[in-house]
């Protein structure tokens, strides 16, 4: 089944912004489109704004922020548009949608960083603005991955964001028949590499959470686990996480491999570690030695291969 990827209309080259034009990513649009499945929205348009249209801004008013036309602050858009938007993100917390794209620096779809303007004209001094309606969507999606367009130029945001598309669609995927204890105790089985190299705290208590999931009511717990798990993803594997993984995945072959074997492993890790080599290396081994050496437990796990080869997004990792 395919990724729903909720999508700025403009970032997927629909001619929907202000002058027109459109803010087409190449990565959206051409690495990903064999993965995905659009659900592209235009808030602006869908508040009734025409194509072209006067430019609009967040404007600080008496401690509130507004959307507002930039050149006159009386046209007021900010009541239309978290209507809107409150109204499509419950719409969209009903989907299996697994993550977002939004167009940076846009009162209305920028993350983080978007300007606020003072009534005297100036930016406020912090950009701490974020666009109306990703706002909504952070708050009604706390669990959704969602990226802005130019933050994907980054290799590391950029693996970080996909790998959690493919985690929450799986996460779906697995309770397709039902959300049952076995359903979440399997998938979270197979993440638990990926949860210790991402977040060892959250890793642990996860795990106890797991642990006692008779005691909790189904709903509220699949609730729960996913809004923490795709937290956990969230936060970046450092170098020395993946480092203590790989050793984890050592142990695994300490008695099938014969000293040459274990030492070329070690030097490739350690290689990793300095930041001599990409993680790819040791891995490739690691696969290796388990296809010669098979474990049921390893195989299950994730980590070893998050999303498919041909992404080649481990490369610069
Ligand atoms: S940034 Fe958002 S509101 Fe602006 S054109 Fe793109 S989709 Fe529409």
């Known amino acids: ?33 064999d993965f995905v499945e659009y659900v592209p929205v235009c808030p602006e348009m869908a508040i009734g704004l025409p194509v072209p249209r006067p430019t609009i801004r ?14 006159n602050n009386e046209i007021d858009h900010t009541e239309k548009m978290v209507r809107f938007s409150e109204d499509k993100a419950n719409q969209l917390s009903q989907m299996d949608l697994c993550g977002y794209v939004v167009c940076a620096k846009s009162p209305t779809c920028g993350m983080e960083r978007v300007k606020v303007y003072r009534e005297n004209g100036y930016v406020a001094a912090e950009k701490i603005g974020v666009g109306l309606y990703t706002k909504a969507l952070m708050e009604k999606m706390p669990w959704l991955p969602i990226e802005e367009d130019g933050r994907l130029n980054d290799p590391v945001l950029k693996e970080n964001f996909v790998f959690r598309l493919f985690a929450l669609r799986d996460f779906y995927d697995s309770m397709s028949e039902g959300i049952t ?8 089985s197979r993440y638990k590499l990926i949860l210790m190299a991402h977040c060892p705290r959250e890793y642990r208590e996860l795990g106890s959470f797991v642990a006692k999931i008779s005691e909790y009511d189904i709903d509220e717990f699949y609730l729960e686990y ?16 993946n480092t203590n993984v790989l050793m984890h995945l050592q142990g695994y072959f300490k ?4 000293k040459q074997q274990k030492a070329e492993l070690a030097k490739l890790i350690l290689a990793y570690r300095v930041g001599e080599m990409p993680l790819l290396v040791p891995l490739t081994l690691i696969n290796h030695h388990l296809s010669l050496y098979p474990d049921a437990y390893i195989a299950s796990q994730k980590y070893l291969k998050p999303y498919p ?4 997004l ?3 990792l």
Do not use: P, W
Request: aromatic share 6%.
């Open 1 to 33: 089944m395919k990724i729903k990827l909720g999508v700025s209309a403009c970032v997927i080259g629909e001619k929907v912004r202000f002058d027109s034009g459109h803010k087409r990513s190449n990565f959206v649009c051409s690495e990903l489109t």
């Open 58 to 71: 967040l404007l600080e008013h008496d401690d509130q922020i507004r959307l507002v036309d930039t050149k």
């Open 181 to 188: 204890r076995r359903a979440i105790i399997e998938f979270h």
């Open 226 to 241: 996913r809004t923490r798990f795709m937290q956990a993803l969230a936060q970046r594997a450092s170098r020395k996480n």
């Open 255 to 258: 008695r099938s491999l014969d």
């Open 309 to 312: 080869d041909s992404l080649r």
């Open 314 to 316: 481990r490369y610069g």
